[in-house]
């Protein structure tokens, strides 16, 4: 049995940094990072190479494992911001968290990523014209790295860790028991290691887990939200005056008829919409490119409506699963549908998408998503397409495109302390799999703060 100081489960945003930072500090520590994905190499989507059209439910699948995790094939967007993608500033400081997302930005452009544009909210004529509308722009700096280059900085780091990080890939965690000393942690490969200290970095993907290994050791939860919305696609001209200016424009509106906040979430401009797998669930998101030659002609982004739920209920994330499989059930994967065919109350079908002018950039079935979301949230999504037309006209354009479901899951929040250790000594949980954060800024500075207190440890 082999014997480590730290194991960090997960190689997503936070295992990356913690990992990087741990590397760069002087240290003691011996190190080993577990993921149940492969190495960049093998991260290959059976659609995005040809091999198929539509999602075969790889397992893992390798948009949302691997190293890098579910950012590492995202579209690179680094918000630095506290005012969304999470609560990192509540355990460490708002001060101490924007320094610690700022330092994450500097890694990024130090490994390659100082070609892409820095973006800002801050000054943008944007923030009065969605307030004349009755909508709010949330402030943030941003930084799109796009998919392409954001793999080369992965690499980079990958490079700059490997010789001083032990990997192991495929490798699932399937067992954690607790030790006189630390840790013994057993994987599905029949292996066994311990150590003193150990890190739960797992990612939404990993919610589930997390979750029962803090069952196990009776770590509290505090119940979480989950968000259930639509991708939006269009031609890219609509919201070119926005992209332009800011990006990445988060943009929250309260809607009239049930008071609710609806939400627009990682914007594509010129991108593609992506199928992804999250725990054998098909549902979708989107990505978009540095390389000019690889962009597109439309813009995507999603539309999300926070469902939180009071006694007796409590897993959220069970109940958006519940629509992405019905989803799933009635379109073998992911449903599209155009806009005018839903405010019709009428599905859409192969023969009205062929006279459709927004070409879609997903291989998706043609249907009807009022059988799939809820009235409740599909009229709030509604309500807010209208609304965005009047900063964006061309919004609620009848060939505007709706893929569904798009669910962000977010665990169960795990009770930690400052320094983000649960009331198991030497047991830590990070990255958006704890519940703390929801961004890849905030999962990466958070990696960074515990490997800070490690190295001191390790000194």
């Known amino acids: 049995m082999e014997k480590y100081d730290i194991i960090i489960v997960g190689s997503g945003a936070s295992g990356v940094f913690m990992s990087y930072e741990l ?17 960049l190499t093998a991260r290959t989507c059976p659609i995005k190479s040809g091999k198929v059209q539509n999602c075969i439910r790889c397992s893992p699948c390798h948009i949302m494992n691997g190293y890098g995790g579910a950012g590492g094939l995202s579209d690179g967007k680094y918000n630095i911001t506290n005012q969304f993608g999470g609560e990192l500033h509540t355990y460490v400081g708002a001060e101490t968290a924007l320094e610690l997302m700022e330092y994450v930005d500097q890694v990024l452009c130090t490994m390659g990523g100082e070609a892409a544009k820095l973006y800002s909210t801050k000054n943008s004529s944007l923030k009065t014209l969605a307030l004349r509308n009755n909508m709010h722009l949330l402030d943030a700096k941003v930084r799109h790295l796009g998919t392409d280059r954001n793999v080369k900085i992965l690499e980079k780091i990958y490079e700059y860790t490997k010789d001083r990080i032990d990997i192991e890939f495929n490798a699932l ?32 993907s990993g919610s589930k887990w997390i979750s029962s290994i803090c069952d196990k050791f009776g770590i509290a939860l505090k119940k979480n939200r989950v968000d259930i919305g639509v991708r939006i696609e269009m031609p890219g001209e609509i919201f070119k005056h926005i992209t332009d200016d800011v990006y990445e424009s988060k943009i929250v509106y309260k809607t009239d008829k049930y008071n609710d906040m ?9 991108g593609e919409v992506v199928a992804e797998n999250t725990n054998g669930i098909v549902t ?16 995507n982004f999603a539309l999300l409506v926070s469902n939180k739920f009071t006694e007796p209920f409590k897993d959220s994330n069970e109940y958006g699963e519940s629509i992405a499989r019905l989803s799933n059930m009635l379109g073998g994967g992911v449903l599209l549908q155009r806009f005018g065919d839903l405010v019709k109350g009428r599905r859409s079908s192969v023969r009205r998408m062929e006279k459709c002018f927004t070409r879609p950039t997903l291989n998706a079935t043609p249907g009807d998503l009022s059988l799939v979301i809820p009235k409740r949230q599909l009229d709030n999504i509604i309500e ?12 609620a354009n009848e060939d505007t495109l709706l893929y ?31 519940g703390v954060t929801h961004s890849l800024s905030q999962a990466s500075a958070s990696g960074v703060w515990a490997a800070r207190a490690m190295a001191e440890k390790y000194k």
């Open 23 to 39: 590397t760069k500090i002087p240290n003691k520590a011996k190190v080993l990072m577990i993921d149940k994905g492969g190495d």
């Open 173 to 204: 965690v399937i067992d954690v028991d607790k030790t006189e000393e630390g840790f013994r942690i057993i994987t599905n490969k029949q292996k066994e290691y311990e150590c003193t200290d150990l890190i739960l970095a797992t990612g939404r």
């Open 262 to 270: 609806v939400r627009t979430f990682c914007m594509n401009p010129y």
């Open 284 to 299: 979708v998101n989107g990505h978009s490119y540095a390389d000019p030659s690889l962009r597109t002609e439309n813009t």
């Open 384 to 395: 807010m397409i209208y609304a965005l037309d009047k900063i964006a006209p061309g919004t």
């Open 404 to 434: 569904g479901v798009e669910v962000k899951f977010y665990n169960s929040k795990v009770c930690v302390d400052k320094n983000l250790e649960t009331a198991v000594k030497g047991l830590y949980a990070l990255g958006d799999g704890s």
